[in-house]
């Protein structure tokens, strides 16, 4: 599977990133779902990415982390994007009550932090998305999982 590497030098950066990210990601023509993991330690980044992405979509308010509320979500134009962090799930039953299939629909983006702990209730992402620290700056690693995920990397790569 193709991976894409890009060093980010600052949190202005790593927004730029998720607003081209989400543009290839726009641009599939599919009608299904597309399920992003992202992962890295508190503090790498996974919410300012995620923030880039969903005000790269044209939201203009406010992106709140959704560690408290386990998620969130945006109504734009043509899609649904749902901001998870599964950080402070206890219990991955949690997930059933809040009925998890539903939101993996047609026309949906859904970013993933902490998918782990959802481990065996969650579908397989079209792209792991790794942040690593480098000291201030960031080092951000796609791997594809699917054939929409090898799309969106070609797109990048562009
Ligand atoms: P996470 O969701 O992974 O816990 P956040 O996105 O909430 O992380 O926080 C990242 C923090 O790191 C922010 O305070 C941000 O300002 C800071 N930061 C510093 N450098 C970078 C960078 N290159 N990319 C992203 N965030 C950075
Ligand atoms: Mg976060």
């Known amino acids: 599977f193709s991976e894409y590497h890009q060093y980010i030098v600052?949190?202005?950066?790593?927004?730029?990133?998720?607003?081209?990210?989400?543009?290839?990601?726009?641009?599939?023509?599919?009608?299904?779902?597309?399920?992003?993991?992202?992962?890295?330690?508190?503090?790498?980044?996974?919410?300012?990415?995620?923030?880039?992405?969903?005000?790269?979509?044209?939201?203009?308010?406010?992106?709140?982390?959704?560690?408290?509320?386990?998620?969130?979500?945006?109504?734009?134009?043509?899609?649904?994007?749902?901001?998870?962090?599964?950080y402070r799930l206890s219990d991955p039953e949690e997930l059933e009550f809040m009925g998890i299939r539903d939101y993996f629909a047609h026309n949906t983006i859904c970013l993933l932090e902490w998918a782990e702990k959802g481990q065996g209730l969650l579908p397989p992402p079209d792209l792991f998305i790794n942040i690593t620290y480098a000291q201030e700056a960031r080092d951000i690693q796609l791997i594809a999982n699917s054939s929409q995920g090898e799309q969106i990397i070609q797109r990048l790569k562009q």
């Open 10 to 86: 600052d949190e202005n950066a790593m927004c730029h990133f998720g607003q081209q990210l989400i543009k290839h990601i726009d641009s599939l023509n599919t009608l299904n779902g597309v399920v992003l993991y992202l992962n890295g330690e508190l503090g790498a980044g996974k919410t300012t990415l995620s923030r880039g992405m969903i005000q790269g979509l044209g939201y203009h308010g406010n992106v709140k982390s959704p560690t408290y509320t386990l998620v969130e979500e945006y109504h734009l134009a043509n899609k649904t994007i749902y901001h998870f962090d599964l």
